[in-house]
């Protein structure tokens, strides 16, 4: 695996303890299925992650972190969640792009 592999399983490991945290089960289930094909060195991997980011209504960049997810939040904790979450997915895409360029 190369560097910027290592990167990317690196961050979905932090977006899936952040959303498992925040007991976000279905999109942590996606970004766990998507880590486990790139840690198998299957391009489907990195093709999923590009259609989370890229699609529309329904993609990863249409979901927040909220109490609706069943987790007792304070407002600043809210904020800051969806700020690493933001972060974290900016990351992410960015990778996953990089990694689809250079194949």
Known sequence: MNELENELISELEKIIS???YYQEKN???HF??????IDNKN???INS????????MGS??????S??????LEKNEIKSANQKLKELGKSISDLAFKIKNKT
Do not use: A
Not at 49 to 56: A, E, I, S
């Open 18 to 20: 952040l959303l498992e």
């Open 32 to 37: 766990y299925k998507i880590k486990d094909l």
């Open 60 to 65: 990863f960049n249409d979901f927040y972190i």
């Open 27 to 29: 999109w942590s289930n």
């Open 49 to 56: 992650l590009r259609k989370l980011f890229v699609g529309g």
């Open 43 to 45: 391009i489907d991997g």
């Open 67 to 72: 109490k609706i997810n069943g987790k007792e």
